[in-house]
């Protein structure tokens, strides 16, 4: 399987952290869009389409609408976000089901890799959620030794733990995951997708509760 590095690589060395409103110049804010809407234009949909054996997921398998995220666990964009799909979760409760993929940007975000392959070392013990909670809701660096305080706090298996993270276990998981988010048209975090269409690349608390109130519909 080709690396991360070499994915990246492919055309696909421009992933990116979303820039945030405040510093966008009008104008150019909307020459943005309409050249992120021809791209979203042309993407595919979601690829390949959710998969209860591979995916993480969180909220009722009967939900009418399905919200994936690409992330990445150092972006500031994405841990602002979490936050909001947290509050989207509550509103939508029982409507709403969530994915998370990972999408690590590569040498932008040197820790955001470990940080992915921590969270499915918590997964394989059955805390991929609470781990991925941990990684977003703390400001104090995702380094291997807080990782580790992290899986300790969780209760894991810590001897497990660090032999799969030593070991690269869980690598090809999150390789999978990027490369399903370059298949996809993902390129930048975050990166979200409703009932397997892609939305504008700007991420908006407001967009993404219409998107799914309009896919709660079925409009």
């Not at 809701?137 to 660090?162: H, I, M, N, S, T």
């Not at 930048?188 to 409703?194: L, V």
Request: hydrophobic share 40%; charged share 30%; with cysteine.
């Amino acid at each position: 399987m080709r690396s991360l590095r070499q994915l990246i690589g492919e055309g696909v060395a421009a992933p990116r952290e979303r820039p945030s409103a405040s510093r966008a110049n009008g104008d150019l804010a909307g020459v943005n869009r309409a050249w992120r809407r021809k791209i979203v234009s042309h993407a595919a949909g979601l690829r390949p389409h959710v998969d209860p054996s591979h995916d993480h997921l969180r909220g009722s398998e009967v939900a009418a609408v399905t919200l994936v995220q690409y992330g990445d666990y150092q972006s500031p964009a994405c841990i602002a976000a979490a936050g909001e799909v947290v509050r989207l979760r509550e509103r939508f409760d029982g409507k709403l089901r969530f994915v998370f993929r990972h999408f690590p940007l590569g040498d932008a975000h040197a820790f955001a890799l470990p940080a992915a392959e921590a969270a499915e070392a918590a997964g394989a013990q059955g805390r991929f959620w609470e781990m991925h909670d941990l990684i977003y809701g703390g400001q104090q660096g995702l380094e291997p030794a807080r990782l580790r305080r992290l899986a300790e706090r969780l209760e894991l298996d810590l001897d497990r733990f660090d032999h799969e993270l030593a070991s690269e276990t869980h690598l090809r998981h999150v390789m999978e995951d990027f490369q399903s988010g370059v298949d996809s048209g993902v390129n930048g975090t975050p990166t979200f997708f409703i009932n397997e269409d892609r939305l504008d690349w700007d991420f908006e608390t407001s967009t993404l509760e219409r998107a799914i109130e309009r896919a709660d519909r079925g409009v």
